[in-house]
């Protein structure tokens, strides 16, 4: 997932299997330049660096933002995850030039991005990002452990995601499903309209569905979360899904 302003570099969401197909559409003779901003290192986060066809360039450059880790650095566990036996190739060993850059609650400046880093409710380190961005505003809440109730919001949440024009959140689950796994770090698609209407989000784009959903169930997992949407005032709703282009701004 990505953020593109003509005469910027672009600013990625997280490092997932998608970004291969992002890569494909970004140049490979060792002149891309952009920003990472991840949310958290679980496998499903992080797996799609080594697959990025231009950081593979003499010259091309990725500066990587995360959470600094229990454990140590964002650079050093990350490295623990892509090295022997568990990959083949370091990130050092990529021909493009790598950096990571720990942030937890602060505000960083990305060009003429003003980015805004908060912790989020999750297992393990994890931060959401909100971007402003010639005018438009996003925030990225990928992975969002709701509370019991379904009904409390972290502070640093709303902050996040006060009246953007585009609210992209964490989506997962139906309330039965919920129940069975409250405690596995995310949170239902009523709960992300919640947050969305609490905070007076413009636009609430539903993500990271569940690998069990099938498009079925998510057509019908959205015209639920329309209806909801409706009760609260909320005024649009959609569902992400690969490929997905959205237009923000003029």
């Known amino acids: 997932m990505a953020l593109e302003v003509p005469g910027e570099d672009p600013i990625v969401f997280d490092l997932g299997t998608g970004l291969r197909l992002f890569g494909d559409t970004q140049p490979t003779d060792g002149t891309f330049k952009g920003t990472a901003l991840v949310t958290h290192i679980h496998w499903d986060h992080v797996q799609g660096l080594p ?10 450059a990725l500066d990587i933002y995360g959470p600094h880790q229990e454990e140590g650095p964002l650079g050093e566990v990350f490295g623990g995850l892509m090295c022997r036996p568990y990959f083949p190739v370091h990130f050092s060993e990529l021909e493009g030039d790598v950096t990571f850059n720990d942030v937890t609650d602060e505000d960083v400046k990305i060009g003429r991005a003003k980015v805004k880093v908060r912790p989020v409710p999750h297992n393990g380190p994890t931060v959401g990002y909100r971007v402003d961005w010639d005018g438009v505003s996003v925030a990225y809440i990928s ?17 996040l995601a006060d009246g953007v024009d585009l609210l992209i959140h964490d989506a ?3 309330p039965a499903e919920f129940a069975k796994k409250e405690t596995w770090g995310h949170c239902t698609v009523d709960y ?3 947050v969305a209407a609490e905070a007076g989000a413009k636009r609430l ?3 990271h569905h569940d690998p069990s959903h099938s498009d079925e169930d998510l057509d019908r997992l959205l015209e639920m979360a329309r209806c909801a949407a409706l009760h609260v005032g909320l005024p649009e709703v959609f569902s992400s899904y690969e490929r997905l282009s959205v237009q923000l701004g003029e």
């Open 51 to 60: 697959f990025f066809p231009p950081i593979h360039q003499v010259g091309a």
């Open 143 to 159: 992975d969002h452990q709701a509370p019991h109730d379904l009904k409390s919001i972290a502070p640093s949440v709303l902050e």
């Open 172 to 174: 997962q689950y139906t």
């Open 192 to 194: 992300a309209v919640h």
């Open 205 to 207: 784009a539903m993500f």
